[in-house]
């Protein structure tokens, strides 16, 4: 019902920015939670951000705090990721997720749909 692709993705120095977007096919936004999850070489994914279904309530993982930006915009079917002050630590691949449920969630197993995923690489 609903197919996630990422994009935007790239090489980034420490201390930089970089958005990544993820566009919805098959239906509409407008009934799904969203959330950002990545993953990196050797490690579990994690949760990074969630937004609910109006955009009027978004979660962060402690470790983007203050860092980085979840937004959603229902007329194009797209949710952003805007990245700033890059760490090598973010390095990971980033996977857009949604869910029909009411509520947002920084589980996992929360989520109905997944994108394949962007790769973000921050250099030294």
């Known amino acids: 019902q609903v197919q996630l692709v990422e994009s935007g993705g790239g090489l980034v120095q420490a201390g930089g920015s970089l958005s990544v977007s993820c566009v919805a096919s098959?239906?509409?936004?407008?009934?799904?939670?969203m959330g950002w999850f990545r993953q990196a070489p050797g490690k579990e994914r994690e949760f990074v951000a969630t937004i609910s279904r109006s955009g009027s309530i978004q979660g962060y993982a402690d470790s983007v705090k203050g860092r980085f930006t979840i937004s959603r915009d229902n007329a194009k079917n797209t949710v952003y990721l805007q990245m700033n002050s890059l760490k090598t630590e973010d390095t990971a691949v980033y996977y857009c997720?949604?869910?029909?449920?009411?509520?947002?969630?920084?589980?996992?197993?929360?989520?109905?749909?997944w994108g394949q995923g962007t790769q973000v690489t921050v250099s030294s």
């Open positions: 098959g239906r509409t936004l407008n009934n799904y939670a």
């Open positions: 997720a949604a869910t029909g449920r009411t509520t947002t969630s920084m589980r996992s197993g929360f989520y109905e749909y």
